[in-house]
T-cell receptor, first 113, second 117 residues
Framework: GAGVSQSPSNKVTEKGKDVELRCDPI?????LYWYRQRLGQGLEFLIY????????KSGLPSDRFSAERTGESVSTLTIQRTQQEDSAVYLC???????????FGPGTRLTVL | AQKITQTQPGMFVQEKEAVTLDCTYD???????LFWYKQPSSGEMIFLIY??????QNATEGRYSLNFQKARKSANLVISASQLGDSAMYFC??????????????FGPGTRLSVLP
């Protein structure tokens, strides 16, 4: 079946603009995760959704970052008033349950000029 | 303190030889899971292998095996018969407790493996 998909694959924006990143998890996966990966670095946890429970937002770096997910479907990560330090690859992952392996999408490369 | 340590920023291995990528972890939770992911230059994260803290035997998946030494808190990845396509970043990750939620799932800084022809 289809894997996790993300769009756009690349996004270039100007400082101060808002951006919206999309993640389509694997069908039936209840858990969805967003991570940020700066160039040459490891993954930083941003936010976690599990079913209809309240999301775990403890990794969001500032109030400019927000994310939504409707049920067990698509999620969007929104970054308002982008800054140059937001430039990174944003990775989305999903898993069938919270204890299963996470499967990652190809990521969105965000460049803030 | 770092939860996951990968002490080798970069490794080289000759094609067809075996290579071990180191990973040590820190947790006081008796229930945890250890994962290895591969990230080629294309950027996607590919799941390789999983080891549960209560698993009695070391995990194996094809050419990948996990050398799990619980007392030493190490979970080294062994790749046998290296191939040119194995050149990538490799990340060790840990889930503390039973759930993947939030900060309970952490990644190490990664090791860049280069396979030489």
């Amino acid at each position: 079946g289809a894997g996790v998909s993300q769009s756009p694959s690349n996004k270039v924006t100007e400082k101060g603009k808002d951006v919206e990143l999309r993640c389509d998890p694997i069908s039936g996966h209840t858990a969805l995760y967003w991570y940020r990966q700066r160039l040459g670095q490891g993954l930083e946890f941003l936010i976690y959704f599990q079913g209809n429970s309240a999301p775990d937002k403890s990794g969001l770096p500032s109030d400019r970052f927000s994310a939504e997910r409707t049920g067990e479907s698509v999620s969007t990560l929104t970054i308002q008033r982008t800054q140059q330090e937001d430039s990174a690859v944003y990775l989305c992952a999903s898993s069938p349950t919270p204890v299963d392996t996470q499967y990652f999408g190809p990521g969105t490369r965000l460049t803030v000029l | 303190a770092q939860k996951i340590t990968q002490t080798q920023p970069g490794m080289f291995v000759q094609e067809k030889e075996a290579v071990t990528l180191d990973c040590t972890y820190d947790t006081s939770d008796p229930s945890y899971g250890l994962f290895w992911y591969k990230q080629p230059s294309s950027g996607e994260m590919i799941f390789l292998i999983y080891q549960g803290s209560y698993d009695q035997q070391n995990a194996t998946e094809g050419r990948y095996s996990l050398n799990f030494q619980k007392a030493r808190k190490s979970a080294n990845l062994v790749i046998s018969a290296s191939q040119l396509g194995d050149s990538a970043m490799y990340f060790c990750a840990m889930r503390e407790g039973r759930d993947n939620y939030g900060q309970n799932f952490v990644f190490g800084p990664g090791t860049r493996l280069s396979v030489l022809p």
